[in-house]
């Protein structure tokens, strides 16, 4: 198929060359068409149907894989139950009786010993395998204490264990052996809501998106790491929350974790937590972190934290040309919005000939703390950064296109307090259209045959099976059109390539930094509307595309580890079955790069 649609668009390109003016008119308007609300919302339905189809193929496929091998291994599921929760918990009690493997044991937190709705379970043979305690707290250390097993599982009534559960994390330990924490995909369903919502989870670790969702809960967690840890889990507080602080404190220690790519529990989305419970947790997390007085908030359901940071001087560099509307917008939002005190904004024109453009700039720089200098060479979005870079004053370098408005008052104060922490290199945003549509979620290595923008147009609040843009999260890279460094990160890595001439070296930087061990933060709180195209439209040169697949491709030809192996590789991501995905993205990418060299 792959090779398919290479020929197709190798011949579109014979009639059509890249960068002519015919195949920027279509490439524009598929734009605008992918855009509409229409096409967007169909996308999704697709999107959200795949999902029953690819359960139904993972179990067959499961179904008929190899016999689990001998191991020893065991693990025991804890199952907090009150009053009002027996019809629930049978449910997930049958569930883990399901299993094709049988190294599960069962210890139960109960408030009263009235407990004969499970009798009918507790076959004598049983009764070695499943324990109760009678207490009237429910409490994740007496679990702990009771637990006889190297691993353990936390859960609460109404889950719902794949029967293949066991197998699947037995077969990984085999793979991967002794790691803290193995946590497989899940969705989660609401009493009265026939549509289950899934998570697809990212393959390595994501920080940064567990302090905005408890993205491992349900993971199978090795006790001994656990016991390390636990001193000072507050008791009083919901038992999925003391899970959650459990498994960053794990995860703080720098604990390996292994991903299992299968949807092996269906959470009960019932039992979601306290915010109150949650803010008071991660407030603890930060407090842990050494940031000083953390302050946690909930917006959109999504948690989002703050804590008193340094506020060193942030150069916002914005390279522009003509545009004064909109540049005019963008200065104007800044100094009305912004309540971060200490920024100054430099302009990088390239060659502007709207007579109004200079004299704009020099009544800024008379009242503002705004400069301006020439850049007057044909447009190169790297070396104009570069220059604007190598002129600024700030510890911190805000790049930023000129078709910008921002929204909030802290979005400044956000930006800067993430990247000033040691381990981020660079941080961007949730861009959104002046329709509330996003432009910008973080981006995909490999994503339609090369990089792209994940959740592109879809609503601003959007949910999707990567979870919600509303989220934390660490990603491959973040757009240019907001980028945040600091000047000595920058500097360390050489800046912006300037091999690329409008697009991509936004990504190539941000690759440079994670080969340095660094990580690149999407934070959804300082969001900006975004006038895409309102500079310099959808062009794209081919040489930067040519220059992205060379320097690019050990980055494309494999999974990204921010995404799913079980999802499509395409903007509104879908479901699908297909044990040589790997495969055939490489070959997707191969026609592409074959059909675009072609059409050169």
């Not at 800044?334 to 904004?345: D, L, N």
């Not at 990567?466 to 990603?475: Q, T």
């Amino acid at each position: 198929m792959y090779s398919f649609l290479g020929k197709i668009k190798g011949v579109f390109w014979i009639f059509f060359p890249p960068d002519s003016r015919l195949e920027l008119f279509f490439r524009s308007l598929y734009h605008k068409i992918s855009a509409t609300r229409v096409y967007t919302s169909y996308i999704i339905r697709k999107s959200e149907y795949s999902y029953p189809k690819f359960l139904k193929a993972q179990d067959e496929w499961l179904q008929h894989q190899a016999v689990v091998p001998g191991e020893s291994l065991e693990v025991t599921f804890f199952l907090p139950i009150l009053h009002s929760q027996s019809e629930a918990a049978l449910k997930t009690i049958q569930s883990i009786y399901d299993q094709r493997a049988a190294q599960w044991h069962l210890l139960i937190l109960t408030e009263s010993e009235n407990i004969t709705s499970f009798n009918k379970l507790l076959s004598q043979e049983d009764q070695e395998r499943i324990g109760v305690i009678y207490t009237s707290t429910i409490s994740l250390e007496a679990f702990i204490a009771c637990c006889q097993t190297e691993y353990f599982v936390c859960c609460v009534p109404g889950d719902i264990f794949s029967r293949f559960f066991l197998e699947c994390f037995l077969n990984a330990f085999q793979v991967s052996p002794g790691s803290a924490i193995y946590f497989p995909d899940s969705d989660s369903k609401k009493e009265g809501v026939n549509r289950p919502l899934p998570h697809f989870k990212p393959g390595t670790y994501s920080p940064e998106m567990h302090l905005s969702t408890n993205y491992l809960s349900r993971s199978i967690i090795s006790l001994k790491r656990a016991q390390k840890v636990l001193l000072g889990i507050f008791p009083n507080t919901d038992f999925l929350v003391r899970e959650w602080e459990l498994l960053l404190r794990i995860c703080l220690q720098n604990q390996s974790s292994t991903h299992i790519p299968w949807v092996l529990v269906h959470q009960n989305r019932e039992a979601e937590w306290s915010q109150a419970d949650v803010k008071e947790m991660l407030e603890r997390h930060l407090s842990r972190k050494g940031l000083e007085a953390g302050q946690v908030s909930v917006k959109q359901g999504s948690p989002q934290l703050k804590w008193m940071a340094r506020k060193p001087l942030v150069s916002i560099i914005i390279p522009t040309k003509n545009q004064l509307q909109k540049l005019q917008k963008l200065l104007e939002s800044i100094f009305a919005r912004t309540e971060y005190p200490c920024f100054e904004i430099i302009l990088v024109d390239n060659d502007s000939t709207d007579p109004s453009v200079i004299p704009f700039y020099e009544e800024q720089m008379s009242a503002r703390p705004v400069r301006w200098i020439g850049y007057n060479e044909p447009f190169n979005y790297s070396k104009a950064n570069n220059l604007g870079a190598a002129q600024a004053n700030g510890e911190l370098l805000l790049f930023i296109n000129n078709d910008m408005e921002v929204q909030y008052p802290d979005w400044l104060s956000e930006l800067s307090q993430w990247v000033l922490l040691p381990e981020i290199g660079v941080v961007g945003t949730k861009l959104i259209r002046p329709d509330r549509s996003l432009q910008h979620a973080g981006i995909v290595m490999g994503l339609q045959g090369y990089v792209g923008h994940i959740y592109l147009n879809t609503p601003e609040h959007y949910h999707g099976f990567l979870g919600s843009a509303d989220w934390y999260r660490n990603v491959s890279a973040v757009t240019g059109a907001c980028q945040m460094f600091r000047r000595d990160v920058f500097e360390m890595v050489g800046g912006y390539d300037e091999g690329y001439q409008l697009v991509f070296s936004d990504v190539e930087i941000c690759l440079r930094l994670i080969k340095k061990g660094y990580r690149i933060l999407y934070n959804p709180h300082a969001a900006l509307i975004h006038y895409e195209g309102a500079s310099r439209g959808y062009k794209t040169p081919t040489k930067d595309i040519l220059r992205g697949y060379e320097q690019m491709d050990e980055w494309m030809m494999k999974d990204d580890p921010y995404f799913s192996p079980n999802l499509t590789y395409t903007p509104i991501p879908a479901c699908y079955f297909d044990p040589d995905h790997l495969d055939h993205r490489i070959a997707h990418i191969k026609a592409r790069l074959t059909a675009m060299t072609k059409g050169r």
